[in-house]
Nanobody, 122 residues
Framework: VQLQASGGGLVQAGGSLRLSCAASRRIFSSHVMGWFRQTPGKEREFVAA????????YYSDSVKGRFTISRDTAKNAVYLQMNDLKPEDTADYYCGRARSGLSYTSTAYEYWGQGTLVTVSS
């Protein structure tokens, strides 16, 4: 399956962006979709995840209360609404599909999108 991420850009601190990730094939109810982010020289960091079947969501402490992950099962798409952005949110954002079950580590995910850059200016 191919994942296409989009929606990144340049925004001032306190602003909002909405990222989208479209899958080329159907996502099944057993799957977990996640958003991660990465800055140069650092490992890919968990941001949020959603269980496709139940819609249950999970967040890192650093984004909880500011970011919202959602899914559109008809479109096989997952979104990340990012509000109250901070300069430390600047990173390349990636969507991925977990191999099996929920995981907060990038190695548990297969199929990554190409990344979309989010830059937050102070």
């Amino acid at each position: 399956v191919q994942l296409q991420a989009s929606g990144g850009g340049l925004v001032q601190a306190g602003g909002s962006l909405r990222l989208s990730c479209a899958a080329s094939r159907r996502i099944f109810s057993s799957h977990v979709m996640g958003w991660f982010r990465q800055t140069p020289g650092k490992e890919r960091e968990f941001v949020a995840a959603v269980r496709w079947g139940s819609g249950n969501t999970y967040y890192s402490d650093s984004v909880k209360g500011r970011f919202t992950i959602s899914r559109d099962t008809a479109k096989n798409a997952v979104y990340l609404q990012m509000n109250d952005l901070k300069p430390e949110d600047t990173a390349d954002y990636y969507c991925g599909r977990a191999r099996s079950g929920l995981s907060y580590t990038s190695t548990a995910y297969e199929y990554w999108g190409q990344g979309t850059l989010v830059t937050v200016s102070s």
